[in-house]
């Protein structure tokens, strides 16, 4: 039992980071698809520079990372009238193909072992504190309420003397800062970056946060649903369950079947943020 709440917890933690980033965007009414764009750099700059000045840079480097791509999205969306969707996935495309050249031509070829970060425990204990920072803010500040009146209703916004696109800079400077945080605990939790090893964790989080009606909440939840699902892949592989020796893609394949299931049966009832999309 035991092992199977640190593993849920372990597999969680990256989810739970990453749909705080994507609650602080899309809050705010910007649609946010890059997540997992921004995750994947924060890894990859992480362990490169988790190789050459230690983990306490490679994690604030990690996080300027995710902020920088953040900031480009804002620009993008903001001040350049992109599309949302079509910027973030401008955004992971790049991701994609820059982590990959970057890790090969800067990495040292003949390193051998893990790299050094920090431990676990504390990006697990960040992910403990991010919803309920963000339930205190969004409940009890002033601060909170410009965030949800922003991407409730711009219009509106802008009529009580609000300004939405410096509202969505800060939401977006705080994205980066949990996103940045859930690519830097996938270096840490391995030891090793690997090519795409987000492996859909991005979407798996913007999914939780759809289900948890962008409530705090109750995307926390969703995610520790998730993080369950994807520790049945460790403690059941290669277990035979009623006879029947089930092949390990099943088990590596259902965070994200469940995703699927999830999203077609109640994406419609979900309640979408008015603004969201809207300038």
């Given at each position: ?7 849920t917890l372990?597999?969680a933690?990256p ?6 980033a ?9 649609i ?7 995750m ?21 480097a ?5 902020i ?6 804002w ?7 992109i ?7 401008s955004l992971?495309?790049i991701s994609?193909g820059?982590t ?7 990495s040292?070829?003949?390193r051998?072992?893990r790299?050094?970060?920090?431990p ?21 500040t ?11 209703d711009?219009?509106?916004a802008?009529?009580a ?14 994205t ?21 090893m ?7 989080a913007l ?8 409530r705090?909440?109750?995307?926390a939840?969703?995610?520790l649903?998730?993080?369950f699902?994807?520790?049945l ?6 277990t ?40």
């Amino acid at each position: 039992m035991l092992n199977t709440v640190l593993l849920t917890l372990s597999m969680a933690t990256p989810l739970v980071l990453a749909a705080m980033a994507g609650y602080c965007s899309e809050r705010s009414g910007v649609i946010n698809i890059g997540l997992e764009g921004k995750m994947l750099m924060a890894a990859c700059v992480s362990a490169l520079v988790s190789i050459s000045h230690g983990p306490v840079l490679g994690v604030l480097a990690a996080i300027l990372a995710a902020i920088i791509m953040s900031l480009v999205h804002w620009l993008a969306t903001q001040r350049f009238g992109i599309d949302h969707v079509i910027s973030g996935m401008s955004l992971n495309a790049i991701s994609a193909g820059a982590t990959n050249f970057m890790f090969t031509r800067f990495s040292d070829p003949d390193r051998s072992g893990r790299i050094g970060t920090l431990p676990p425990l504390f990006y697990q204990v960040c992910a403990i504190a991010a919803p309920l920072a963000l339930l205190v803010y969004v409940a009890k500040t002033r601060g909170g309420l410009w965030l949800v009146a922003a991407g409730s209703d711009p219009e509106k916004a802008r009529l009580a003397g609000l300004q939405p696109d410096r509202i969505r800079l800060f939401a977006l400077i705080a994205t980066g800062l949990f996103s940045g945080l859930a690519g830097a605990y996938l270096v840490a939790d391995t030891g090793v970056f690997t090519d795409n090893m987000t492996a859909g964790r991005g979407y798996i989080a913007l999914a939780a946060l759809i289900l948890g009606g962008w409530r705090v909440g109750q995307t926390a939840l969703a995610c520790l649903a998730f993080g369950f699902l994807s520790s049945l892949n460790l403690l059941f592989q290669g277990t035979d369950l009623a006879g029947v020796a089930l092949p390990s893609e099943f088990w590596t394949s259902l965070p994200y079947l469940a995703t699927v299931i999830a999203l077609a049966g109640f994406l419609g009832k979900q309640r979408t943020p008015a603004g969201l999309g809207k300038t």
